[in-house]
Structures are given as structure tokens and as C-alpha cells.
């Protein structure tokens, strides 16, 4: 079975420029989860959507990042414009969540984005 | 507020054992995972506690008391792939309703011969 699908795997931009990450999850899973991971900060929840609608984005660091799901099978996040303290690895994750919201189960996680801004 | 504390590095001799803790103090406790990530990769799922007591896999088991806000992960027989990074995250409910972990900072671990 396929895991969660993230790509670019590798992304390098300039100050300024906008960023597009990509996720699919994992099929059937309906609670999808968008992280950054820093050495400073370690692993950060950003947004997390459940049943394609974002159910806690308070880890969103500002308006320059915003969050989509516009089908259980897809999800991107952006970061317009980008500055060099975004450089991290961005994670999605999902899992099976058959509470409504209510039963975070086990998260498995994609191989992550590294993006790096100059 | 929610604060999760686990030791930055560890070092271990492999086919030992090693014993990782985990403290925590949030609001809303409802469960505790541990997670390995080896450098450059992802997390990956290793164990879940949410009664009090220990929680055996294989080589690995987790303990969970919660009534001191405690875990530790327990690794046996150590082998050298087992060096990586180790995270305790905490499930907790938020004043919304809805579950989400919060990550500690992690252990990193290394197994040399």
C-alpha cells in the first residue's frame, strides 16, 4: 500500500517567491495533518482537517501560510511570499479517525518536504 | 499550558538496554505515543499507552503513569539501527473538543558497538 505521498521532496526558493507543498494521503484516512520541524522547534503542528475541513489552524505561523484540502485525496500548503525562517522540513501526516474529530489515532507520516530559502 | 520533556541525547552500547523518560504536564491528557525517526527520514509509529502500566512490542515497551505525568521507552538488545531520534507526543483535548499531539523535542540516541 502506498503511504502519504508528499512532493517536491526537495525545495529551494528565494526570499519572496511563493511556495507550493503537496500532499496526498493515505487512501481511506480522513484526518489529514500538516507539520514543520526545525532544529530550534522541533515538530510543530501547523493545521490539521478532518473530513477535508480544517478543524484547528492556530500553529499556522501567519496570513503568508495557508492551508487546502480540497478533496479527501489532496492537500496543499503555501507559503506566499516565503522568508528564510520557513526553511525547515514540512511533514503531512493522516490517520483513520472514526470519532469526528474526537479520537486522534496513530499518524503516519509522509517522507517530508525540506525547503530551504535563501 | 502543555510542556513535554524528554533528555536531548543518550548514548548506549549495543545489546543493552536503554530507558528513555518522558515528563509531561498538559491539560486534557488523553494518551501518549512514541515515535522513532531516524536522520532525514520521517517519523514512524511505535507505541501507544493511554491506561497506566507497560505496553510491550518486541524489542520495545512503553510505560505510562498518569497520574505523575510520566512515560519512558524502553529499548532491549540495542542494535545499531536503532540509533535515531525518539519522540514522546502527547494526545491532548483541546478546549474545542478535538484531540491533536503535541511533540516533544526528542531524544537522540546513539547505539555504538
Known amino acids: 500500500d502506498a503511504g502519504v505521498i508528499q512532493s517536491p521532496r526537495h525545495e529551494v526558493t528565494e526570499m519572496g517567491q511563493e511556495v507550493t507543498l503537496r500532499c496526498k494521503p493515505i487512501?481511506?484516512?480522513?484526518?489529514l495533518f500538516w507539520y514543520r520541524q526545525t532544529m530550534m522547534r522541533g515538530l510543530e503542528l501547523l493545521i490539521y482537517f478532518n473530513n477535508n475541513v480544517p478543524i484547528d489552524d492556530s500553529g499556522m505561523p501567519e496570513d503568508r501560510f495557508s492551508a487546502k484540502m480540497p478533496n479527501a485525496s489532496f492537500s496543499t500548503l503555501k507559503i506566499q511570499p516565503s522568508e528564510p525562517r520557513d526553511s525547515a522540513v514540512y511533514f503531512c501526516a493522516s490517520s483513520l479517525d472514526t470519532s469526528g474529530g474526537q479520537g486522534v489515532k496513530t499518524q503516519y507520516f509522509g517522507p517530508g518536504t525540506r525547503l530551504l530559502v535563501l | 499550558g502543555q510542556n513535554i520533556d524528554q533528555p536531548t541525547e543518550m548514548t548506549a552500547t549495543e545489546g543493552a538496554i536503554v530507558q528513555i523518560n518522558c515528563t509531561y504536564q498538559t491539560s486534557g491528557f488523553n494518551g501518549l505515543f512514541w515515535y522513532q525517526q531516524h536522520a532525514g527520514e520521517a517519523p514512524t509509529f511505535l507505541s501507544y499507552?493511554?491506561?497506566?502500566g507497560l505496553e510491550e512490542k518486541g524489542r520495545f515497551s512503553s510505560f505510562l503513569s498518569r497520574s505523575k505525568g510520566y512515560s519512558y521507552l524502553l529499548l532491549k538488545e540495542l542494535q545499531m539501527k536503532d540509533s535515531a531520534s525518539y519522540l514522546c507526543a502527547v494526545r491532548a483535548r483541546s478546549s474545542g473538543g478535538y484531540n491533536k499531539l503535541i511533540f516533544g523535542a526528542g531524544t537522540r540516541l546513539a547505539v555504538h558497538p
Open positions: 487512501s481511506g484516512h480522513n484526518s
Open positions: 499507552n493511554v491506561l497506566d
